[in-house]
């Protein structure tokens, strides 16, 4: 399981499946000194690998070694480019239900209610304990990362805004019908036609 950000109470709160108790490889950095000791005080230093920096072209060797992707980033407006790696490498994830995560992963997150790490722990445990349903999910989203988020895809998205700022605007389509003469050019053309049954009415 490869897991991101501040997972430290759901990993708490983990229970064991099947196949035993999980175990977490925890990518990233700084202060990994500083969760290496946290995670020997409660308890969890077997259960945790903490690598370090990670070169971005090994990080995929790495995500290929989990079976769940656990992403409990906060943020809801700063990006989570790391879940495309994890779509990427067909691995199911379980995120916080923010307006990030669902425009990267959709309807296919296993999703948990913001800053609750019980309901964090609660996705974790389903999609665990579900192989199938989790693989099933994780084929979906890199269907999904490959239909929406490959380079050729991001080039096309560019290329199509700098096309449309810098067109000039469209023109306005020519006029097709005759305009009538202004009102003031009626009075001066009629200005002399009097009604000989109705004296001073002006036409």
Not at 151 to 175: G, L
Request: aromatic residues 10%; contains cysteine; positive net charge.
């Amino acid at each position: 399981m490869t897991c991101s950000y501040r997972p430290r109470e759901a990993l708490q709160r983990s229970p064991p499946t099947a196949a035993g108790r999980p175990f977490f490889l925890i990518m990233g950095f700084p202060f990994v000194e500083h969760y290496r000791r946290l995670a020997q005080r409660l308890g969890l230093a077997a259960d945790v690998l903490f690598t370090g920096m990670v070169p971005f072209a090994d990080a995929p060797r790495h995500v290929a070694l989990g079976d769940v992707a656990v992403a409990p980033k906060l943020s809801a407006t700063e990006g989570s480019g790391k879940l495309l790696t994890y779509m990427a490498s067909a691995l199911p994830v379980v995120a916080f239900d923010t307006p990030v995560h669902r425009e990267y992963l959709g309807d296919l997150g296993f999703y948990a209610a913001p800053a609750d790490s019980h309901a964090l722990a609660a996705a974790l445990t389903a999609a665990l304990h579900d192989p199938l349903a989790a693989r099933t999910r994780g084929a979906a989203l890199r269907a999904r990362a490959v239909q929406h988020y490959t380079w050729p895809h991001a080039a096309a998205a560019i290329e199509d805004v700098y096309h449309r700022v810098s067109s000039p605007p469209a023109q306005p389509p020519p006029e097709t019908t005759k305009r009538p003469p202004p009102l003031v050019n009626l009075f001066r053309r009629h200005r002399h036609a009097r009604s000989p049954a109705v004296p001073n009415a002006w036409f």
